[in-house]
């Protein structure tokens, strides 16, 4: 398959032109008329993940390895020490941010993993019904992400409608339709913000929200006849307990 037809692919699945302007979702490396093997899906790119990445593959990512344009290309730093691994072994690299975000990852988060039915969906926020006191419904949703400790704001004891916003998205906080946003990132400001417009927060971590992009790629991936394989890459954090 050429590159080219991939992303032809992909657009249609999720629309690039949906991304935000800060964004750099799209073709980050590689040439449209490139024939490409495998398919490989990861959160982010790591050496150990390239590592393991077959010559001649394409790696769909989450987060874009280029942001801002390169004033430097020092192959010692991070991204140019990727780029340089990738072009050696002619993998190309296509980012589905933002716009995978709004038409994909928080419903699929929030219907396969949390098991709630989304109502509405707003941008980057994904509303559903919850009715139950915040204590029971935090608990509810670390225990399915896998979050020990979780990070609350209890805003209100009662939640009868939240959103979810994988990845960072406190700053969505003004927008906020509901009694509670499960999100990560969530800075000190935030949260007391929150608290004082009696909003609950539930910080469900970046990579901890986001891990579940390749899985849900994969499986829409399936649906176009196409084989994605699951090269997800690590959090970087590393939790000590006292």
């Known amino acids: 398959m050429q590159l080219k037809q991939l992303l032809e692919i992909l657009d249609e699945l999720s629309p690039f032109e949906l991304q935000d302007s800060w964004d750099n979702s799209g073709l980050i490396v590689g040439e449209l008329s490139q024939q490409v093997g495998q398919i490989y899906l990861s959160l982010d790119i790591e050496e150990e993940v390239l590592h393991d990445v077959e010559e001649g593959s394409v790696l769909i990512v989450h ?84 979050l020990d400790p979780v990070r609350v704001v209890e805003g209100t004891s009662h939640i009868n409608r939240a959103a979810l916003c994988t990845g960072s998205g406190a700053s969505l906080l003004p927008m906020l339709q509901a009694d509670c946003l499960l999100t990560g990132d969530i800075k000190y400001h935030e949260a007391l913000a929150a608290k004082e417009e009696k909003k ?26 196409l084989n994605g394989i699951i090269a997800n890459s690590k959090n970087p954090f590393r939790y000590i307990k006292g």
Not at 80 to 105: G, P, V
Not at 202 to 213: L, N, Q
């Open 63 to 146: 987060h874009p390895l280029i942001f801002k344009g390169l004033k430097q290309v020092d192959f010692s730093k991070y991204p140019s020490n990727i780029l340089k691994t990738a072009i050696k072994k002619d993998i190309a690299i296509i980012a589905m941010h933002t716009n995978y975000d709004q038409t994909h990852l928080n419903r699929y988060v929030l219907e396969n993993v949390l098991g709630y039915r989304v109502d509405e969906v707003d941008g980057y926020l994904a509303y559903f019904q919850v009715d139950k006191p915040f204590a029971v419904f935090a608990k509810e949703v670390a225990d399915k992400l896998g």
């Open 200 to 225: 609950a927060l539930i910080d469900i971590g970046h990579y901890e929200s986001e891990r579940y992009f390749a899985q849900s790629l994969q499986k829409e991936l399936q649906n176009k006849g």
